[in-house]
């Protein structure tokens, strides 16, 4: 969707992200350990969601049971990618466009759990239903698909771009909370009686 500025929403959401990043110095702290894996990933998220909301969060399950979704969601996405890319190589296409069929499959399958972590700190019942539940409600796989190349695509270029790989893929995960929130908000909407929004204005 684009906005009357001329922008996505996801890049609205990613310069929120750089807002946000660049104004709580405690983000960019921990953001190294995080990534080194000496804390956890999901508790990064929850003080990046809980700065966005702009009130605490009650984490409802525990963050070594959501570090392991996060697992789980880029092992299912780098073995589509790995089926993808050899099932092309076989069929005679050329290293190019197996890579680019691998990368579509790997996010095809990602974007499908893309709120799994936060949906797994506010204990859903079941976040991986949930997250695919949202992203349909978005209008779909294609849509979330774009929304999400666009926010891996600042994520991991940010080194080449001169706004370091780190910031940048911070940035990203923040943009991510903010699409989670935007998603809440649009669903809320779509259930409250009376409504008349629908799916595709997302």
């Known amino acids: 969707m684009i906005t009357s500025s001329g922008k ?8 929120e992200g750089a807002l946000v990043f660049d104004a709580h110095p405690s983000l960019a702290r921990g953001a190294t350990d995080a990534l080194g894996r ?3 990933p999901s508790r990064w998220m929850l003080a990046a969601l809980e700065i966005v909301r702009a009130r605490a969060v009650h984490a409802r ?20 990618a790995v089926l993808v890319v050899g099932a092309s190589i076989a069929a005679g296409f ?7 069929l691998a990368v579509v499959a790997f ?10 972590v936060l949906l797994g700190i506010e204990g859903a019942g079941d976040p991986v239903r949930e997250s695919a ?3 349909r409600a978005q209008g779909g796989t294609g849509i979330a698909l774009v929304r999400v190349l666009r926010i891996a695509a600042h994520m991991l270029t940010g080194g ?6 780190v910031r940048s893929w911070c940035v990203g995960c923040i943009a991510v909370v903010c699409w989670y929130e935007y998603a809440r908000a649009q669903s809320a909407m779509a259930t409250a009686p009376g409504s008349r929004w629908s799916s595709p204005h997302a």
């Open 8 to 15: 996505t929403l996801a890049d609205r959401w990613l310069e």
């Open 38 to 40: 000496r804390a956890s």
């Open 61 to 80: 399950r525990s963050s070594r049971a959501v570090d392991a979704s996060l697992v789980v969601k880029y092992a299912r996405a780098l073995g589509a």
């Open 94 to 100: 050329s290293l190019l466009a197996s890579v680019t």
């Open 107 to 116: 996010y095809w399958v990602e974007v499908q759990r893309v709120f799994v």
């Open 133 to 135: 539940a949202l992203v």
């Open 160 to 165: 080449l771009r001169g706004e370091g790989f």
